[in-house]
């Protein structure tokens, strides 16, 4: 466990040496403002990823092999996307009745919904290498992640739309990662876009409804409480101040994050391993049977 913790942590540390290497470059193309329009959207992204898929993607880790984890996946890809579109609906209410509360943050009204998608299909995918306990592809996807990132975040510098470059490279970065994973996972991409039913999508919410029950209220509460800071900043100054903050919140959070990415992400895989139902063929006669982890269901 604790090689496997090295092997997550490794890749988190380059991934934020790369962030670290570009970082003095970047604060010499975007002003104190673009970093805090992206210190924003990073919040309002941590609070929407919630609804992305209604923590259903939690449930990767311990669902069964098989047909039940592919229809998990086909349900929880398609949640992606449905929600997404329900965000464009929420992005034009506010457009339209509170414009002076948006007028700041009015250039990534329009663009949350769509990166609410790519980051919620990422965050779903990240799942499937931690099921898996493969460290490795975990490890490259940030890698890839950050590459996409820091080089999309340079390209935008130079077009017309650089107040909201950060923003775009977020979700070109992870789109990256998404790749990342999906070529290291053979043909899981054709399990993601193979049809299912409408009745298969709803008994599957059924099966799996807990996941969000339990674990939804934590999370939330978790990402609305540290966008309390960068709101509080807009409301009390500007984007300029809450920029300001974004940078010096990154380099102070930056090692305690990295850690304990690392080590829960090792957990959740070694606990889903253990506690994912395992079914195997035994005799009828003896009664007995062997299998190679987690929760032995008989067979008979």
């Not at 996409?148 to 077009?159: D, K, T």
Request: hydrophobic fraction near 55%; glycine fraction near 8%; proline fraction near 4%.
């Amino acid at each position: 466990m604790f090689r496997s913790i090295l092997t997550v942590l490794s890749g988190s540390v380059v991934a934020q040496l790369i962030a670290i290497a570009v970082l003095p470059a970047l604060t010499r193309l975007y002003d104190a403002e673009s970093f805090g329009r992206y210190q924003i959207y990073l919040s309002i992204m941590n609070v929407a990823i919630m609804f992305s898929a209604f923590r259903y993607e939690v449930a990767i880790l311990g669902a069964r092999s098989g047909r039940v984890l592919d229809n998990l996946l086909k349900f929880t890809f398609r949640l992606c996307i449905l929600t997404g579109v329900a965000g464009v609906l929420v992005a034009c209410v506010v457009d339209l009745w509170i414009p002076s509360g948006a007028s700041p943050l009015r250039d990534i009204i329009f663009i949350v919904p769509g990166a609410m998608i790519v980051a919620g299909i990422y965050q779903m995918l990240t799942f499937l290498p931690i099921r898996e306990r493969n460290y490795g592809l975990s490890a490259r996807s940030k890698i890839s992640q950050s590459v996409g990132f820091s080089i999309s975040a340079l390209g935008c510098a130079v077009l017309p739309f650089f107040g909201v470059g950060h923003v775009l490279a977020d979700a070109f970065g992870r789109i990256v990662g998404s790749v990342a994973i999906l070529r290291g996972s053979g043909n899981l991409w054709r399990t993601l876009v193979s049809p299912i039913s409408v009745a298969t999508m709803r008994l599957t919410a059924v099966r799996f409804k807990k996941y969000g029950f339990l674990t939804s209220p934590g999370a939330l509460l978790s990402a609305l409480s540290a966008a309390v800071a960068p709101f509080a900043f807009l409301a009390l100054f500007d984007l300029n101040v809450a920029g300001q903050y974004a940078l010096v919140e990154r380099f102070i959070l930056m090692p305690v994050a990295i850690i304990a990415l690392a080590i829960s992400q090792v957990f959740s895989a070694e606990a889903g391993f253990l506690a994912r139902p395992v079914w195997c063929l035994t005799s009828t006669e003896a009664g007995v049977g062997e299998c190679t982890g987690g929760v032995f269901h008989e067979w008979r």
